[in-house]
C-alpha cells in the first residue's frame, strides 16, 4: 500500500511541475497581456491543486495535513479572484486607452 502512495503521489508532483513549467512557457510566449495572465492562472490553480495534493498523501493523517488542506483551500478562492480582478484592470486600462487614442485623432 505504501508504494502505491509513494508512486500516485510522485506522478502528482510530476504532473504539478509539468503544468508550472507549461505555464512558466506560456507566460513567456503568448503576445498580450491576457493571454499571459490566462498561461499563468489557469495552470497555477491546477498545478498547486496537484502539488498539494501529491504532498498531502506524503503526510499522512496527521497536522500536517490539515495544513495542507487549509492551504489548499486559501488558494482554490484567492488565486482565481486574484487573476479576475488583474485581468478586469487591465481590461478596463486597454479599453481607457483605445478611447483616448480616437479621441486624439
Partial sequence: ???AIGFLSGTLLLLGSFLIFTGALGVLRFPDTLSRMHAAGVTE???TTLLLMGLMLLAGW????LKLIMILLFILFTSPTSSHALAKAVWR???????????DA
Fill in 1 to 3: 500500500m505504501n508504494d
Fill in 45 to 47: 490553480t491546477l498545478a
Fill in 62 to 65: 496527521s497536522l500536517v495535513l
Fill in 93 to 103: 486600462h486597454q479599453q481607457n486607452e483605445s478611447k483616448e487614442v480616437r479621441h
